[in-house]
């Protein structure tokens, strides 16, 4: 694991971005994992910046990690409409090639299925964006997530409920579930770029870094990935030593 400790989320946004920009001037027919919160929005501010200076991003495929069940696509605090605020009105992508999981599929096994077919019909992901929760999840992956586990229903703890209802009117309105890639989705991504920012991250990220490789920490499983680097500020890795 590449591990990059900056002064700022800024600048380690902005690196980040280097990176993804760079991938897209490379193969401008990518394949993107996406991640909501408020982790990547600096670095999606720097995609839109690159695709405004004339970076192509319409050839690109993206594929966000989760949804929240139960909330339609319009809904102020669906991932769908995150993403296409924060990040798909501000490329020049072509919107049917932007996947966010549908949280009001009506059969959410055989659309779990489809969401994995799907990612594996557009040649895999190369490079997949990651936050990472106070309790170590990725994506929807809360302790304990199987390492091996695939696109699929998850329910969400009191402690990413508590940290997520920040965007909703109070707690209870925080959906109790959501469909997430798997760990094991995740880890088949050719590269992984995980973000963490803040204080309130240092435990979530001394853990997934140092130490052991367990499903109570979901984040750990990316110490197994071939290709995986981490940007942090410096608060983010105050405990690594
Ligand atoms: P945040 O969430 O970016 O809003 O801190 C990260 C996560 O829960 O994965």
Do not use: W
Not at 104 to 121: G, L, S, T, V
Not at 222 to 231: P, S
């Amino acid at each position: 694991m590449e591990v990059i400790v900056c002064d700022s989320a800024a600048e380690a946004s902005r690196m980040a971005a280097g990176r993804v920009n760079a991938a897209v001037r490379e193969n401008p027919r990518l394949v993107l994992g996406l991640a909501t919160g408020s982790t990547p929005l600096a670095l999606y501010k720097e995609m839109a910046a690159a695709c405004a200076a004339g970076l192509p991003y319409r050839g690109v495929t993206t594929f966000n990690l989760d949804e929240y069940i139960g909330l339609p696509p319009d809904h102020p605090q669906s991932y769908r409409r995150f993403m296409d605020e924060n990040l798909f009105k501000q490329l020049d992508i072509d919107p049917a090639r932007t996947f966010v999981p549908d949280g009001m599929a009506p059969d959410m096994e055989a659309y779990c299925a489809q969401y994995e077919a799907a990612i594996r019909d557009a040649g895999g992901i190369d490079i997949q964006i990651l936050g990472i929760g106070s309790n170590g999840h990725i994506g929807f992956n809360e302790p304990p997530s199987p390492l091996d586990s695939r696109t699929r229903v998850v329910r969400l703890t009191e402690q990413t409920i508590r940290d997520n209802a920040r965007f909703f009117a109070d707690a209870s309105e925080v959906p109790r579930e959501a469909v997430s890639m798997g760990v094991g989705t995740i880890l088949d991504a050719r590269c992984c770029v995980l973000l963490g920012f803040g204080a309130n991250k240092a435990e979530a990220v001394r853990q997934a870094l140092r130490g052991e490789v367990s499903e109570m920490c979901p984040a750990s499983a990316l110490q197994r990935h071939a290709d995986t680097v981490v940007f942090l500020d410096r608060a983010a890795a105050a405990g690594l030593g």
